[in-house]
C-alpha cells in the first residue's frame, strides 16, 4: 500500500515537474516546495522573500513561477488587485484543481476555499453566461475586523 504523499515531500514534488515534462533544477523544486507549504495563493515577492536565503534572485524565481504555471503545476490568477498569485495545482482535485478563494480586502491575505462548490443548477446558469475563470470573494479575514 502506498502512503498518502505529503504534498511538500521532495520526491512528489520532483515527480510531479518531471511527469509535467520539466528539468528539475533545484531553483524549480525549491519554488514548488515553497508553493506546497504555503496552501493558498501567494504572491511573486512573498516568494522571492522566502527564497532569498538559498540565494534565488526575484528574476529566477519569477521564471520559476511562470514556467511552472505554463507546464500547468501551478495555478497563476489575478484577484483583482493587480497582484499575481501562484499555488500549487492540486493533480487530485476536482475540475483541475480551481476552487473559489476568498480575499481579505484590508491586509490582502487569500485562503482557499476549496470546499466551496457551485450547485448543479447554478453550474448551468454560469455556463449560459460564458466560462467562469474565477470565483473570489471579498471581506476582512478574521485578523482584520
Ligand atoms: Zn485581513
Ligand atoms: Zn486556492
Known sequence: ???????????????????????????????????????????????????????????????????????????RSELGDHVWRFEIRDPDAPDGGQHPHFMCVDCGGVTCLSDVEFDPATRKKAAQIGVVTEILLKGRCKKCV
Open 1 to 75: 500500500m502506498k502512503a498518502q504523499a505529503k504534498p511538500d515531500d521532495l520526491e512528489t514534488i520532483r515527480d510531479r515537474v518531471r511527469t509535467a515534462g520539466l528539468r528539475c533544477t533545484s531553483a524549480r523544486l525549491a519554488v514548488m516546495r515553497e508553493l506546497a507549504k504555503a496552501g493558498a495563493p501567494v504572491s511573486h515577492a512573498e516568494v522571492a522573500d522566502n527564497l532569498a536565503s538559498l540565494g534565488l534572485d526575484k528574476a529566477t524565481v519569477f521564471r520559476n513561477l511562470n514556467d511552472l504555471a505554463d507546464a500547468g503545476l501551478v495555478i
